[in-house]
Every structure is written in C-alpha cells, then in structure tokens.
C-alpha cells in the first residue's frame, strides 16, 4: 500500500464521542487525502492537506475536521460521532510532482461504527 | 456541478471475453481521467490515466478510451480472467483542479 498505514483498522464508538483517525506515510508525499467510502455514494472527499498546516475541505466536510503537523502525518477527527458517519474512511497520497493528475496512493481503510 | 456516472454497478462475464465498463461526466470538461480498481475490504489501487488527446491508451491488457465529444470514457480488459474480478472506479480531476471526484464503480465478475 505504498507506505500508507491507517489506524485504528476497525473501531466502534458512541453516539457524541469525538474520534480521530491516524494516517501515516512513509513517502514524502505533499498531498495527502481523506475519504469516506459509502455504499451508493462511492468515495467522496472529506478533507485533504497540501502542506504542513495546510488543508482545505472537500464535499462532505462538516462534522469532520483535519490536522497536518508533520508531513508524514494526517488526523481525521469527528468531533462528535453521528451514526451517519459510519462508514469506511480512506487516506490517499499523492505526489503532484508533474500535476494534478498524479496517480493517488491508497491506504487499507478504517471501518468505523458509531452507535 | 461536476457529475461522473459508471452506468452499470455489476457486470458479469465469461472469462476469456473482453469486458467494457463505461464512465460518463456532464458538465465539465476534464484534462484527464483515471481508472482505479478496488479489490473488497481494500483501497483502490491506481490502473491508467488518459489525457484529453491520447483518444486511447494501453497496458497489457487493459485499454482505455477518452471521447471528449460524447463525455465517455470506456475502459476494457481483454482476455478476462477470474483474477480481473474487482470494482473498477473512474475519477477525473474536478474543475477546481485540487481533487478528484471519483465515479461509484463498477463490480465486475469474471466466471471460469
């Protein structure tokens, strides 16, 4: 998985609970990504960063925010977890060394559960 | 705003048959697209990318087209194995140029 690591892999929670997800690179890569991934709605973008401390949202952005602090590192935190946002999350890298266009890098998945 | 659809959420073949899976977009005009395949319980994993004016590209035996008159992209795998059997997602740039905006995909399923 091109030295993407998520954790936790599975995780269930509570209604109201704030939770972050970790996404950890190896690769340097300067775009880094988060998606959710729900039946009938493919992935969508939640948030994604071009730099330290730089982020900006995507489609489905509220009640999700993003923290860069490190290159290698992106969090995902639902400040306070609704069952509609059980799903699977993703994180991508990507390079964008020649363009926009650079292949994206996928992580393994978060499975999340909210109750 | 920017709308990309993979018509069929399922397809099933024969193996040894060419399978095609079709991705439209309306209402932009994307530089390039991309196709990925997700295996179950996986990310998706990056195929090909096509640009506006290559009309067609290949790898192995995988190819796909770009028609930027009908807004179709079609991507086929010839001499289909079971071991093709995957969900196949299109995604192309959207207009802001800063993410893709990726199709719901396609599971395609390859009998023996």
């Known amino acids: 998985d091109a030295g993407i690591t998520q954790s936790p892999r599975h995780k269930v929670t509570e209604t109201g609970t704030p939770v972050t997800l970790r996404c950890h690179q190896t690769?340097?890569?300067?775009?880094m990504y988060w998606y959710r991934q729900d039946p009938g709605h493919g992935l969508r973008l939640i948030h994604y960063?071009?730099?330290?401390?730089?982020?900006d949202k995507g489609e489905v952005s509220d009640g999700y925010s993003v923290s860069r602090s490190k290159t290698e590192d992106f969090l995902l935190t639902l400040e306070s977890a609704t069952s509609s946002q059980t799903s699977v999350y993703f994180c991508?890298?990507?390079?964008?060394?020649?363009?926009?266009?650079?292949?994206?890098?996928f992580g393994p998945g978060t499975r999340l559960t909210v109750l | 705003s920017q709308k990309i659809e993979q018509n069929s959420e399922a397809l099933n073949i024969q193996e040894g048959k060419t399978a095609t899976l079709t991705c439209n977009y309306t209402n932009y005009s994307p530089a390039y697209l991309q196709w990925y395949r997700q295996d179950p319980g996986r990310g998706p994993v990056f195929l090909l990318l096509?640009?506006?004016?290559?009309k067609e590209k290949r790898k192995e035996r995988l190819k796909v087209t770009f028609d930027t008159t009908l807004k179709q992209s079609l991507f086929h795998i010839t001499a289909s194995q079971p071991a093709d059997s995957a969900t196949y997602l299109c995604a192309l740039m959207g207009q802001a140029g800063t993410a893709l905006i990726f199709g719901k995909g396609t599971t395609l399923s390859v009998s023996s």
């Open positions: 096509i640009r506006e004016n290559e």
């Open positions: 960063s071009y730099g330290v401390k730089d982020t």
């Open positions: 690769e340097n890569h300067r775009y």
């Open positions: 991508a890298i990507s390079e964008q060394v020649s363009g926009p266009w650079d292949e994206q890098f």
